[in-house]
Nanobody, 123 residues
Framework: QVQLVESGGGLVQAGGSLRLSCAASGSIFSINPMGWYRQAPGKQRELVAT???????DYADSVKGRFTISRDNAKNTVYLQMNSLKPDDTAVYYC?????????????????WGQGTLVTVSS
């Protein structure tokens, strides 16, 4: 019913920047919030940042001041601008969307995850 397609991962040197994008498609009535999580090898998945439809944001302490989350509500797309990247930022980054979807003449809640995009930061 809903798909998330991520893009923008890759290999970058420490201190560099990357921008991730995640576009949602399907029978979507609304998405609130959208966010990014990451999972490094051998570690649990952790929150990176979230953003509500009204633009309120929340960040993990480890990325505050370096990462910026934004969204285009008309396009159901969320972005993550990552600056001053560190080797510790190396992980698979996952997009997450808390959706309200249309089912016939009603609505239901649905949490959707993207497939993940790998970010590798070399020292």
């Amino acid at each position: 019913q809903v798909q998330l397609v991520e893009s923008g991962g890759g290999l970058v040197q420490a201190g560099g920047s990357l921008r991730l994008s995640c576009a949602a498609s399907g029978s979507i009535f609304s998405i609130n919030p959208m966010g990014w999580y990451r999972q490094a090898p051998g570690k649990q998945r952790e929150l990176v940042a979230t953003i509500t439809s009204g633009g309120s944001t929340d960040y993990a302490d480890s990325v505050k001041g370096r990462f910026t989350i934004s969204r285009d509500n008309a396009k159901n797309t969320v972005y993550l601008q990552m600056n001053s990247l560190k080797p510790d930022d190396t992980a698979v980054y996952y997009c997450n969307a808390q959706c309200t979807v249309v089912v016939g003449v009603s609505y239901r809640s649905l949490e959707v995850w993207g497939q993940g995009t790998l970010v590798t930061v070399s020292s």
